[in-house]
Nanobody, 126 residues
Framework: QVQLVESGGGLVQAGGSLRLSCAAS????????MGWFRQAPGKEREFVAS????????YYADSVKGRYTISRDNTKNTVNLQMNSLKPEDTARYYC???????????????????WGQGTQVTVST
């Protein structure tokens, strides 16, 4: 059974940084696209970033481009999200998910992602 576990969330002041990690277990990690998503209270879950299996192709939502960096380590079965210059509007619960479609893009619907973690809370104060 696939398990995704996020960590690294917390409370940070605006302008600060956090690094989220997602550890995968239960299947071969390497050939999956991995994505980060977030959901703020009262809002729909939205795409944040994704990375294809080789790590060479990444996608970002416009709202985080230039501030967030997604990376993966296939030897450790982890995917990370470095978040810099955080803003109060970045406050949300962040989730990682996997997709067996190695060609998934930022337009790939959330419903096409196969497994989801429980999420980690990120709160950015003013």
């Amino acid at each position: 059974q696939v398990q995704l576990v996020e960590s690294g969330g917390g409370l940070v002041q605006a302008g600060g940084s956090l690094r989220l990690s997602c550890a995968a277990s239960g299947r071969t990690f390497s050939y999956y696209t991995m994505g980060w998503f977030r959901q703020a209270p009262g809002k729909e879950r939205e795409f944040v970033a994704s990375i294809r299996w080789s790590g060479g192709i990444t996608y970002y939502a416009d709202s985080v481009k230039g501030r967030y960096t997604i990376s993966r380590d296939n030897t450790k079965n982890t995917v990370n999200l470095q978040m810099n210059s955080l803003k109060p509007e970045d406050t949300a619960r962040y989730y990682c998910a996997d997709n067996r479609n190695m060609m998934a893009t930022m337009s790939t619907p959330l419903r096409d992602y196969d497994n989801w973690g429980q999420g980690t809370q990120v709160t950015v104060s003013t």
